[in-house]
């Protein structure tokens, strides 16, 4: 997957909307590049990282989060950062479509940053030969 950038405003309190696809069975590695409102990279060297996905957000839905995914920051100073959630996770996914957020905290400030449909495929072939 490419590299995303998001505009990060932390006075403005809204997270900026970016959608995932994951393929059942491969690792997915969504990779963001934060800056600010001048577009200079966004300084993440204080802050630690959480996402997670749920099935549905409808009116009574009771699923809680459905996948827990691993935040890594590839570049602090940089702005960089990285989704991601191995091959047999993903395997263990149901297909549909999730809601899925990222949130970014240093100290006791925590700032949902991402939010976003993910789409979640299943694998629907077997290799040649197979069957």
Known sequence: ????????DPTAGVPVGANLTIYGG????ADFSIVDTGSTAYDLSNFTGSSQMVKSVA??????AQATFTVGFTSAADGKIRVSYGATQTGALSAGRYMYNVLISTGT??????EGNAMV?????SSPGSG
């Open 109 to 114: 400030t925590v700032y949902n940053i991402i």
């Open 1 to 8: 997957m490419a590299s995303q950038t998001i505009v990060f």
């Open 59 to 64: 009116v009574g839905a009771t699923l809680g």
């Open 121 to 125: 495929y299943a694998g629907i072939s």
């Open 26 to 29: 491969s690792a997915l590695a």
